[in-house]
């Protein structure tokens, strides 16, 4: 017998994030993880569309309060400062401040194995309820809740600024070296939930590898591995 959870009442998530939905339907198909789903549905019904819309939304919106709140950083300062806030670890934390594992709608294989817990679906669900806001109505609205959410994130930040990615290539061209070369050595797992296995090359020292459930993730660990290696960075 299943003994899958159901799921908060979604009205509870819509007074945490302050926006109550014209369509419900949206925000159900935002929580929706394609585990829950069969497998001709999963694809459209679940959160997986609604991310890759998110993530781009997300984008726009944070660059736009970057340069209206650091007038006097440079490119690179503010491109450093987007990354860090889209990065999975931070949207994975607003899910978590809003409750969105109480609201997901997951199979129970998935959720026995921690799924309304796992940093890589948090995040996803952020940046599907970041499109659910904007597909029901639109970029003001979805701003604002990113805003509501990710403002005092970008003014507090106080981590590195600098990526793995960049930090390793503008270290190579310190060096004299080329460009570092990011290949996908395999991709496994199922379409929901792919992990990917990424080597850095960089002429003149051993290539980096790691594994990630993206290829972003992926390639920051591995340029991380080699930073590390040749002590750029330190514990």
Known sequence: ???????????????????????KELLVRALTHASALPVAKASLQSYQRLEFLGDRVLGL????????TFPTADEGELAR???QLV?????AEVSKVILIGQHM???DAEAHTGGRTKTAILADMCESVIAAIYLDSGYEEAANFIARF??????T?????????????????SKGRPTPLYETITRSGPDHAPVFKIRVNVEGVDPGEAVGNS???AEQSAAENILRREGVWSE
């Open 1 to 23: 017998m299943s003994r899958r959870k159901r799921p908060v009442s979604d009205a509870a998530l819509e007074e945490r994030i302050g926006y109550q939905f014209n369509d």
């Open 157 to 173: 930040y106080s981590g590195p600024l600098r990526d793995a990615k960049t930090t390793l290539q503008e270290w190579a061209q």
């Open 61 to 68: 919106a944070i660059a736009t309060m970057l340069e209206e």
């Open 150 to 155: 990710f403002a005092e994130r970008m003014v």
């Open 81 to 83: 400062r987007l990354n």
């Open 215 to 217: 290829k972003r993730i």
């Open 105 to 107: 709608r997951v199979g």
């Open 87 to 91: 990065k999975r670890e931070t949207c």
